[in-house]
């Protein structure tokens, strides 16, 4: 009889070991960075891989492009869109030539990218002839995107799915109210979506409020179960679709989050 148990309890072990855990992926990036060392610093330490977004038009852009792929950090063009000004910004009427010359600028300030995404741009990711030529020179490029999301009406992930460019879409705003308790929810509704849906994308600031809850819980995340990738990774797991909670064919998420500054 005691045998039998042993055995009983060794199978059940075995089945135990043999079955696959659920994954759950989380990617967070980091926008308008280039703006102050200080922030660029304290951003580029932050455990894992996290991905630098970095604007175009601002003083260190260049050179921290350079500082955080030196530093292994997965570097992508924080491209300004309407309502974004600027030198670099793409504005709805603008012609497509100018847009691609804004673009072709923009990316020669931001050296080492593999991705762009957006900056603001509510009112330009909702132009589909725009998204259109984007993604046909994103493909051309081998550089994925990221939409952010600023709007509800964004065309830009359908577009680019229908280029067969690799793209991603945001999920949770981190910081759009901007406090250590806000930020910290937020975080945790990223884990709640990562362990639901298999993975999420995040998109804060280098607001100090925002370093402070990610130094804080980068490092927790593993005893959450959840595992903190790459951008280029993110792709591969998602398979370039966009996720239950974004409409595939128009993406029209719900505007609560959806809205919020970048």
């Given at each position: 009889?005691?045998?039998?148990?042993?055995?009983?309890?060794?199978?059940?072990?075995?089945?135990?070991?043999?079955?696959?855990?659920?994954?759950?992926?989380?990617?967070?990036?980091?926008?308008?960075?280039?703006?102050?060392?200080?922030r660029d610093s304290r951003t580029l330490a932050l455990p894992g891989?996290?991905?630098?977004?970095?604007?175009?038009?601002?003083?260190?852009?260049?050179?921290?492009?350079?500082?955080?792929?030196?530093?292994?950090?997965?570097?992508?063009?924080?491209?300004?869109?309407?309502?974004?000004?600027?030198?670099?910004?793409?504005?709805?009427?603008?012609?497509?030539?100018?847009?691609?010359?804004?673009?072709?600028?923009?990316?020669?300030?931001?050296?080492?990218?593999?991705?762009?995404?957006?900056?603001?741009?509510?009112?330009?990711?909702?132009?589909?002839?725009?998204?259109?030529?984007?993604?046909?020179?994103?493909?051309?490029?081998?550089?994925?995107?990221?939409?952010?999301?600023?709007?509800?009406?964004?065309?830009?992930?359908?577009?680019?799915?229908?280029?067969?460019?690799?793209?991603?879409?945001?999920?949770?705003?981190?910081?759009?109210?901007?406090?250590?308790?806000?930020?910290?929810?937020?975080?945790?509704?990223?884990?709640?979506?990562?362990?639901?849906?298999?993975?999420?994308?995040?998109?804060?600031?280098?607001?100090?409020?925002?370093?402070?809850?990610?130094?804080?819980?980068?490092?927790?995340?593993?005893?959450?179960?959840?595992?903190?990738?790459?951008?280029?990774?993110?792709?591969?797991?998602?398979?370039?679709?966009?996720?239950?909670?974004?409409?595939?064919?128009?993406?029209?998420?719900?505007?609560?989050?959806?809205?919020?500054?970048?």
């Amino acid at each position: 009889m005691r045998y039998l148990l042993c055995l009983l309890f060794c199978l059940m072990a075995g089945v135990a070991q043999a079955a696959p855990a659920g994954k759950a992926y989380m990617s967070i990036i980091i926008d308008d960075l280039g703006q102050s060392s200080e922030r660029d610093s304290r951003t580029l330490a932050l455990p894992g891989p996290v991905t630098m977004a970095i604007m175009p038009d601002i003083p260190h852009a260049t050179t921290f492009a350079r500082q955080a792929h030196k530093a292994g950090k997965t570097v992508i063009l924080h491209m300004p869109m309407d309502p974004a000004t600027g030198p670099y910004a793409w504005h709805p009427g603008t012609p497509l030539p100018e847009l691609a010359r804004r673009l072709d600028a923009a990316l020669a300030q931001v050296p080492w990218v593999v991705g762009i995404n957006n900056h603001m741009g509510s009112r330009m990711t909702a132009e589909p002839e725009a998204m259109a030529m984007l993604m046909a020179d994103l493909q051309r490029r081998h550089l994925f995107f990221v939409d952010s999301r600023t709007s509800a009406a964004t065309v830009a992930a359908f577009q680019a799915q229908a280029q067969g460019v690799a793209q991603v879409s945001r999920d949770v705003f981190l910081d759009n109210i901007r406090t250590t308790e806000a930020i910290g929810n937020e975080l945790q509704l990223g884990v709640e979506l990562a362990r639901k849906q298999g993975s999420a994308v995040l998109i804060g600031h280098p607001y100090p409020q925002t370093l402070e809850v990610l130094e804080r819980e980068l490092p927790r995340l593993k005893r959450q179960g959840i595992e903190l990738i790459g951008l280029e990774q993110m792709i591969a797991e998602r398979g370039n679709q966009t996720m239950p909670a974004h409409a595939r064919h128009h993406p029209k998420a719900p505007v609560d989050r959806l809205t919020g500054k970048e």
